[in-house]
């Protein structure tokens, strides 16, 4: 009588997961220590503890590796549903500039690097679409124009390259920004919500300005 052996192949799987996010973890630290727009394979495995072999065995070219990267801070901001409502954009936004409170280094590598803008941009269109969205029933009064002029200028309130200058050229903590910005978005909404909108006669640039 033949006796079949059954195999559990949850180990190996999970050490494969294991090595592979290790690799990611070490592409993300040389985006955060380098700031560099290309990265270094064999520092990457270093990194990780791996040979260059088992590193090309999880990530066949350096383009799976930047996705590797793209997955590593999917996994990050993932964490932040994406708003349905205006009262959803305003608790995504206070979910968000927690999240750049509490991982700066890796924010600011994806903004000041092209490894790290490459790997948040699908994520970054993704997000801007969910926002405008959750805007628009305060605009709703709005030529589409105007809508979306609003819808814009407040979702770029929220966004990383807005809290990256505001720390760094203004010297500003995340909470203290926050504060202030939320405050901002609090006037704005009520100001929407009273049909107080704002005046966008075609001469509204040019007035005052000397010929």
């Known amino acids: 009588m033949t006796i079949k ?3 559990d192949n949850s180990k190996r799987e999970a050490k494969a997961e294991a090595t592979r996010q290790k690799i990611i973890d070490a592409l993300i630290q040389q985006l955060i220590e380098n700031n ?3 990265f270094s394979v064999e520092e ?3 990194t990780a503890g791996v040979t260059t072999r088992t590193l090309f065995r999880h990530f066949s070219n350096k383009e799976e590796m930047l996705a590797g990267v793209s997955e590593g801070i999917l996994k990050l901001t993932g ?14 936004f206070k979910n968000t500039y927690g999240l750049f ?7 600011k590598a994806t903004l000041l690097s092209d490894l790290g803008r490459g ?8 997000r801007r679409k969910a926002n405008m969205s959750a805007l628009t029933p305060l605009v709703a009064s709005l030529q589409d124009e105007e809508a979306k002029a609003v819808q814009a200028v407040l979702c770029n ?4 390259e807005t809290w990256l200058n505001v720390t760094t050229n203004f010297n500003l903590n995340s909470n203290n920004a926050y504060v202030v910005i939320n405050w901002l978005l609090q006037l704005a909404f ?6 107080n909108y704002p005046d966008f006669q075609p001469s509204s640039l040019t007035d005052g300005v000397a010929n």
Do not use: M, N, W
């Open 5 to 7: 052996r059954h195999y």
């Open 36 to 38: 560099t727009p290309d």
């Open 44 to 46: 990457a495995a270093a």
């Open 79 to 92: 964490k932040i549903k994406e708003p349905q409502t205006p009262a959803d954009f305003l608790q995504v």
């Open 101 to 107: 409170q509490q991982h700066p280094d890796l924010i």
């Open 119 to 126: 790997a948040r941009s699908a994520l970054a269109e993704r």
């Open 157 to 160: 309130l929220i966004t990383a």
């Open 190 to 195: 009520a100001a929407l919500q009273a049909g």
